[in-house]
């Protein structure tokens, strides 16, 4: 596949969590790839991303390569453990081995291979980069509602859901339809913000969107209060 120096390094996106939802090409990268790398959850169940690709890929025929994604904003332990990321590819890629790092939704949506990315190019900008795009959730979300995001002059919003008030206030004024990812820690904010503007009949929550575990929430009123599964989205339209 690849006759440079080094290995190709691909992000390929495999969807949101239906197994069906992954693309002919992401398909084609894990089988041609020497190494697949994949998000390791560092106790527990595993990641969808690594569910999926299960189906696709005979670990014993592959090189498989976990890889853990520290959930902390210590500066020093992010630097030191997304340098022991690289570096697990870059051993393989110097190798002149293609690696697919496979990830949920898109890689270039909200996804862990951006850092990855961008730190390769940084520390070894020899590597080939390629991209291969993914079914989001927030396109899953759309289909499981059966609810369009946006048509002819419609605006549409993908906003990572926050404590600051105003700018989720605004996010949902100047646009249509908007959908909030990561809404799972701030849902009574976003909740308290809909009622302000009288919108709180128009969103619905859903969590885990095409896996076998999806929930779906038409009103999302009902949720308030309660916790939610961290992989949760809103779409409020108008």
Same mark, same amino acid.
């Given at each position: 596949?690849?006759?440079?120096?080094?290995?190709?390094?691909?992000?390929?996106?495999?969807?949101?969590?239906?197994?069906?939802?992954?693309?002919?090409?992401?398909?084609?990268?894990?089988?041609?790839?020497?190494?697949?790398?994949?998000?390791?959850?560092?106790?527990?169940?595993?990641?969808?991303?690594?569910?999926?690709?299960?189906?696709?890929?005979?670990?014993? *025929?592959?090189?498989?390569?976990?890889?853990?994604?520290?959930?902390?904003?210590? =500066? /020093?332990?992010?630097? $030191? !453990?997304?340098? %022991?990321?690289?570096?697990?590819?870059?051993?393989?890629?110097?190798?002149?081995?293609?690696?697919?790092?496979?990830?949920?939704?898109?890689?270039?949506?909200?996804?862990?291979?951006?850092?990855?990315?961008?730190?390769?190019?940084?520390?070894?900008?020899?590597?080939?980069?390629?991209?291969?795009?993914?079914?989001?959730?927030?396109?899953?979300?759309?289909?499981?509602? *059966?609810?369009?995001?946006?048509?002819?002059?419609?605006?549409?919003?993908?906003? =990572? /859901?926050?404590?600051? $008030? !105003?700018?989720? %206030?605004?996010?949902?004024?100047?646009?249509?339809?908007?959908?909030?990812?990561?809404v799972a820690k701030v849902l009574d904010l976003i909740l308290d913000v809909l009622d302000e503007l009288k919108l709180g009949d128009h969103a619905s929550v859903i969590a885990k969107v095409t896996s076998p575990y999806e929930m779906v929430w038409r009103n999302a009123r009902e949720l308030r209060g309660q916790e939610l599964e961290y992989l949760s989205l809103m779409v409020v339209s108008k």
């Amino acid at each position: 596949m690849n006759t440079a120096a080094t290995g190709t390094l691909y992000g390929v996106g495999v969807g949101p969590g239906d197994p069906e939802l992954i693309t002919v090409k992401a398909y084609r990268m894990i089988q041609e790839c020497a190494v697949v790398a994949y998000p390791k959850k560092r106790r527990g169940g595993k990641s969808y991303a690594h569910e999926i690709v299960e189906l696709y890929v005979n670990p014993e *025929e592959k090189e498989m390569l976990g890889l853990i994604f520290p959930m902390t904003k210590d =500066p /020093a332990v992010l630097e $030191r !453990e997304w340098n %022991k990321t690289v570096l697990a590819c870059w051993e393989a890629l110097r190798q002149g081995k293609d690696v697919a790092f496979v990830t949920e939704g898109d890689p270039n949506l909200y996804s862990t291979f951006i850092h990855l990315a961008r730190l390769m190019k940084d520390l070894h900008p020899e590597v080939p980069i390629v991209s291969i795009p993914g079914i989001s959730s927030v396109l899953g979300a759309a289909a499981a509602l *059966e609810l369009p995001l946006a048509d002819g002059d419609q605006q549409v919003g993908i906003i =990572p /859901a926050t404590e600051d $008030r !105003e700018a989720m %206030k605004r996010a949902i004024e100047n646009h249509d339809t908007v959908v909030f990812i990561k809404v799972a820690k701030v849902l009574d904010l976003i909740l308290d913000v809909l009622d302000e503007l009288k919108l709180g009949d128009h969103a619905s929550v859903i969590a885990k969107v095409t896996s076998p575990y999806e929930m779906v929430w038409r009103n999302a009123r009902e949720l308030r209060g309660q916790e939610l599964e961290y992989l949760s989205l809103m779409v409020v339209s108008k």
